[in-house]
């Protein structure tokens, strides 16, 4: 006989259907776990899986969660007192009690869980709930943890009231202290089909269905990502123009590439975006040159794409791509940025 956790419909949640199924069992049989950690790749879905969990917890509807009580309706908006999503702060941050920290900037944008939030955190979870069965703590990218907050964390972990539900969330368990990982419910969450990405799209945030086909294939499967670049188009025109920047390079001679070079140099933040599309661009020239274009991401630009395959040889493809991701590697090693943006388009075919 099919039971209410069977049907998921009203968490509307997209994908992730076994992770959803997970909760709801646990929710109707009253095992709840103390502690969870929801893990993928930034823009999978985790902090919304998190927050549907927690209205799942403090629903005062029938059918958990309803998302039409006020405690679901609350937590939709981030305004209920017993549900708190901590972030990490920027990196030099000073803490003061009345201002919150500015809201993260981009996904790449490094920040730091400090000890002083976990204090806050322990503070709070000490107390009874205001209103609310629970008192809930989500805490994003615990991977930004310090050494001094993790250890600090562990002790919450080990004995969490008995009020109290934690969730944690980050890219890769790998990246915690084991001892954090082992003591909450892992959930690994995987990227949804591009179909599923351009449905929702289209059916649930009104994306026309161009855009909606081009997004889900340059979301890999990460649908809050595609959302988030859907409202966004400084995304689009961001990998527009490094798109265009990479064609403009090919046809360039040594002296044109090294100033080239230079000028990208200085756009440290974008260069990891940069990079990342580039590779996702050699992947695809990779694909049209093995026949296999049906599986490309850059659908706007296949014409590019077969013109690039067709002019370029297989390994000078495999060669940019190589480069592509020794530079990306680099990058994160502190080394000479313009040297190492000079050597990559040296390397790239063509000149
Ligand atoms: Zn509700």
Redesign the pocket.
Known sequence: MATRADDISNWQIVGHDWAVHALARGLAADRVAHAYLFTGTHGIGKTTLARALA?ALE???AN??????A??QKIARNRHPDVQIIDGVPVGYKFDDKTLPPPRLNESERRILKIDQIRAVQHDVSRAPFEGRWRIILLRRFEEANEEAANAFLKTLEEPPSHTRLILTARDASLLLPTIASRCQVMALRPLSLAQVEAALIERWRVEPATARLLAHLSGGRLGWAVRASSDSTRLDARRAYLDALNAALIEGRAERLARAGDLAKETDALPELLEQWIGWWRDVLLVQNGESARVANVDREENLREHAARFRLDEAQGALKALRATSRYLTQNVNTRLAMEVLLLNLPGS
């Open positions: 209205q629903c005062t509807g958990r969660p309803c998302g039409e009580c405690a679901c």
